[in-house]
């Protein structure tokens, strides 16, 4: 297994980068009329702007022989004919196929997973109208009117974030909540409003063990009954579960009938298209749910068969890893401009950074190398009167995606345009910047005394040179936003392919969770364990604050 850094494509790269450090994106622009159409690819509904990035021809020839020479053909081809490429856990990587729409068989372990797929999708159907029309009924009989999603991390990031994307798809009369903090802050408020009669709890969770959601739920349940004057035949109206472990669903008190599975070639990042996506389909309705699937599944197709020069996931990937490998870029930004994309980056964090920010290579060496980036970001145009001052004259590198609808779902007045223009004008600027001389200029022309131009034009230029790439769309359906997601799943794994890490697993959240268990009696009193001794002492000062010292 050859590192990366070795390959001939990235020793090219690197001689690159130093070929081009001192060009500038603006004087690319003025020399090339083409250079838009020949960096921007229209896919379906989505255009992808790529040409404000720090590249020429021989830079994406470079990169492509870079992902060539990394075997990513090989590599999505076992990703999508399942084999177990989560080698740490032993695990096929399928969630393709919880959005295949076509009829081709995909097998794990000799078995053809799509009549499964199909039957879970079927009964979340069924479920999901019997509860829109009001047919599912509470313990007194009353239609429900708010739902509670329990779950934490892929459990939740993924389906908060569609459902609050799709908020002009919801069916008004039916209010779908989040719970995910530990902290009974997030549970109290979330049920202060609400009715046990006609609140319906889906406590979603892979494993069925992880200690929040479980927490959550006893707390939820003991709502519920103590509402059900104790009667826990009331259970079976208000809890439903999606788990793959069906023992710990019924340990819990939940009928299996009202348990939606899913399998362990699913990842929890990865999760949203399967019945984790529960309260998408009650908040929009099964057939949108579907478009969101078939948007993915689009997505999926593309990335499957289409040339890397002109696949989306793939060039966004190396695009990633030009600027974390060659630039030592940190971070990468996200900003929607869309507020009902607001959550969108909180699920890239979990889906990126769980993914790739990995120390070790498929073989167990460590890396020498940068792997998966920092991902924050929140929308436009909120961050201009943040965070932007560093994007565009601070000292890192930070690339950004900008991501904006032409159209949105409500057109009041001008809004929709001054946000578009916003979006449009960040990216202009990053990219162009203000030169010195521009500045100062400016400022002669407004009169400023000579004595104080060079200080205020030093403070007014804008280096410019900095990448971004847009993703324009007519509007954000469910199928765009599928397409959306998948996009940014097949950008994380083509890095992954490529820096030859395992993005499946995430070993790196387990200590914490270890260390957590233990330490959790021992605020209650007793006999401390073995801690280094800032812990020791601070489990100590714990207990005097709450009293059980
Ligand atoms: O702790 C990390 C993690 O395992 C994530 O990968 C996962 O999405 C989340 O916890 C929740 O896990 P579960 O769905 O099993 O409750």
Redesign the pocket.
Known sequence: MTVPTALPAWRSLEEHRREIADQHMRDWFENDPQRFQRFSLQWGEILFDFSKHRITDKTLGLLLQLAEQSGLRAKIDAMFAGDKINVTEDRAVLHVALRHRGDRAIYVDGRDVMPEVRRVLAKMRRFSEQVRTGQWRGFTGRPITDVVNL?????DLGPRMVTTALTPYHKEDLRVHYVANVDEADLLDTLKGLDQETTLFLV???????QE?MTNARSARDWLLTAAGGDESAIARHFVAVSTNRHAVQAFGIDPDNMFEFWDWV???Y?LWSAVGLSIALAVGMDRFEELLEGAYAMDEHFRTTPFSRNLPVVMGLLGIWYADFFGAESHAVLPYDQYLRHFPDHLQ?LDM?SNGKGVDLAGRPVDYPTGPIVWGQPGTNGQHSFFQLLHQGTHLVPCDFLVAARSHHELGEHHRILVANCLAQAEALMRGRTFEEARAELAAQGVADDRLDLLAAARTFPGNRPSSLFLYPELTPKVLGSLIALYEHKVFVQGAVWNVNSFD?WG?ELG?QLARAILPELEGGQTGDHDASTRALIEHCRRLRGTA
């Open positions: 779950g934490i991390g892929g459990s979603v969770s892979k494993t069925f063990t992880t959601t990842g929890g990042r999760s979990q769980e995430q959240v969770k």
